[in-house]
């Protein structure tokens, strides 16, 4: 529903709704249909990450984010759940080294 919101506040349609209110409760599937709604309208990414950001603030997707969605788009993809990929699951941490000769290498 929040992406419907942040979509309709430049058709000017309020219904009593307060269309400034901040919309931090949103998922990121919520968000990533956001993209795909405005874009399709014709809007670049920058536009659409300047627009989130006023309403999401710190729980918007970052603009990389919103460049990288806008892309798959564009490629054909439409929905906006990841797809399962096989695989060991990323991590941030790194593999560690047995000796200091490693780390120089």
């Known amino acids: 529903m929040c992406s419907t ?8 349609s309020n219904d009593g709704e307060n269309m400034d209110a901040p919309l931090q409760d949103c ?4 968000q990533r249909d956001v993209v795909r709604f ?8 920058v536009e659409i990450h300047r627009r989130m950001l006023s309403k999401y603030r710190q729980s918007t997707m970052s603009q990389r984010k919103v460049y990288e969605w806008v892309e798959r788009f564009k490629s054909g993809q439409t929905r906006v759940i990841d797809e399962y990929r096989s695989g060991r699951p990323w991590t941030s941490r790194s ?11």
Do not use: D, F
């Open 5 to 12: 919101a942040l979509c309709l506040q430049s058709s000017g």
């Open 27 to 30: 998922t990121i599937e919520e």
């Open 38 to 45: 405005v874009w399709a309208e014709g809007v670049k990414p």
């Open 95 to 105: 593999r560690k080294a047995s000796s200091p000769q490693e780390y120089r290498n």
